[in-house]
């Protein structure tokens, strides 16, 4: 049986601009005890059956954990579910006198590199999630 | 008749200058670049900002290129948009309006359909266009009319270079051998047909780039990843902003083999605008017997 390729949404660049990030409700934060500028951001795994029981023999860690310093934390505590990514860049252009494109670069990563770490999620505008817990969002 | 010092275009408020291969001018402060060419011949320069595609610029050089009819060459590539968007007007399409704006000859069709402007500089004998995605008469008084009257031929002995933040004077027979360009993080190498070269940087967010580092460190990492040898580091002042002095060196090339190329020597300098949050930096080597380039001269 062939199966058909499911389409990827497309997003044009205008409406990448009024897209929402959320954090991930299951994830935890602290400040790092040593240094208190140093926010500890830990996401739980959540692997494939094969590899859960691979992890379980071998007593391996079910959660991983990210050191957020300077700029990274900034941006990340800017995610609040209100600032759309369009806030995010003027946030930096602001800040760091960047231009627009510099600024939107490297916005678009960063929250690329955080959605890929599953601390976060970017919705379109006005798709409010049911829950903030991003693992429940990836169920459905 | 060759010219030996660059002309100097007004500025304008709100306009920040251009300065690549045959083109010196000004263009919207808002204006970056998505799309740059780094040959002599022939290239382009596009440019967006908040509301996209804004401009485009292009060149064409050729020794045999006689004075093209710009009328016609202008009319012809807007008969092929009409042919692929419009191809029911081709028919009826008698020509462009047009009218000489500065050194270049602007030709428009109707509002909101793209239009050009085309220039031939005699003594480079190169065509440089500049297309506009669309045109009306308040973008034709506020943008179009402004860039066109600041434009001039960059061909002097030397030539000035004014792109992504930086501004800087190089004889016209540096060659702009590579770019990288990356967001906040912009270097232009350059080499002289005597195989001098020289490269400059300009980088944003200063502040998470030193953290945890100094000026001297932070160089000194840089310089290293670009295989350079660094002998001397000195802080200093530089016209009144922190700033480390290098001397450095280099494995030379002996025409394109690294083997017999022996080592050159070099210098470099970085700096710190606090006030625009930028770090600027440039370094230079060359063969034994090439005289290195003023600091004061580069930067004029």
């Known amino acids: 049986m062939i199966r058909s390729k499911k389409k990827k949404p497309v997003l044009d660049a205008e409406m990448q601009l009024h897209t929402v990030p959320y954090r991930n409700t299951n994830v935890k934060t602290w400040p790092l005890e040593k240094d208190p500028k140093t926010l500890v951001v830990e996401v739980k795994l959540k692997p494939g059956p094969l590899l859960a029981l691979t992890m379980k023999v071998l007593k391996a860690r079910n959660h991983k954990k990210y050191s957020l310093v300077g700029l990274s934390r900034t941006m990340y505590e800017e995610v609040d579910g209100k600032n759309t990514v369009e806030d995010l860049i003027n946030i930096l252009i602001r800040e760091f006198k960047l231009t627009f494109l510099e600024s939107r670069a490297l916005t678009l990563k960063y929250l690329s590199d955080l959605m890929t770490r599953g601390l976060i999620v970017v919705l379109p505008p006005g798709e409010v999630p049911e829950s903030l817990s991003m693992q429940k969002k990836i169920k459905k | 008749m060759v010219r030996l010092h660059h002309p100097k275009p007004p500025k304008i408020e709100g306009f920040s200058q251009l300065g690549w291969y045959h083109i010196l001018g000004f263009v919207p402060d808002n204006w970056e670049f998505t799309h740059y060419g780094i040959d002599e011949g022939e290239g382009r320069l596009d440019f967006c900002n908040r509301e996209w595609h804004q401009a485009r610029f292009s060149w064409k050089k050729g020794k045999e290129y006689r004075k093209p009819d710009l009328d016609r060459t202008l009319a012809e590539f807007h008969k092929r948009y009409l042919l692929e968007n419009h191809k029911e007007e081709v028919a009826t399409f008698s020509g462009m309006s047009t009218r000489q704006i500065g050194s270049f000859l602007f030709a428009y069709d109707k509002p909101e359909r793209p239009c050009q402007a085309a220039c031939y500089i005699e003594e480079s004998k190169t065509v440089m266009f500049w297309t506009f995605p669309s045109f009306s008469e308040e973008l034709l008084r506020n943008t179009f009319t402004p860039i066109l009257e600041s434009c001039l031929p960059n061909d002097a002995e030397s030539r000035v270079w004014s792109a992504f933040g930086m ?134």
């Open chain 2, 167 to 300: 501004s800087f004077v190089l004889g016209k027979d540096f060659d702009l051998e590579d770019a990288s360009i990356l967001p906040a993080d912009a270097s232009l190498m350059f080499e002289h047909s005597n195989r001098q070269q020289m490269t400059l940087h300009r980088w944003g967010l200063p502040s998470e780039l030193l953290r945890g580092q100094d000026l001297k460190i932070f160089y000194y990492r840089i310089l290293g990843g670009l295989k350079n040898k660094v002998m001397t580091m000195e802080d200093s002042i530089y016209k009144g902003m922190p700033s480390v002095e290098v001397t450095l060196t280099r494995a030379g090339t002996h025409a394109m083999d690294k083997l017999y190329g022996g080592e050159w020597s070099g210098s470099g300098r970085i700096w710190h605008n606090v006030e625009e949050q930028r770090l600027y930096a440039y370094e230079q080597a060359g063969p034994k017997k090439v005289p290195p380039l003023k600091e004061a001269e580069i930067f004029s």
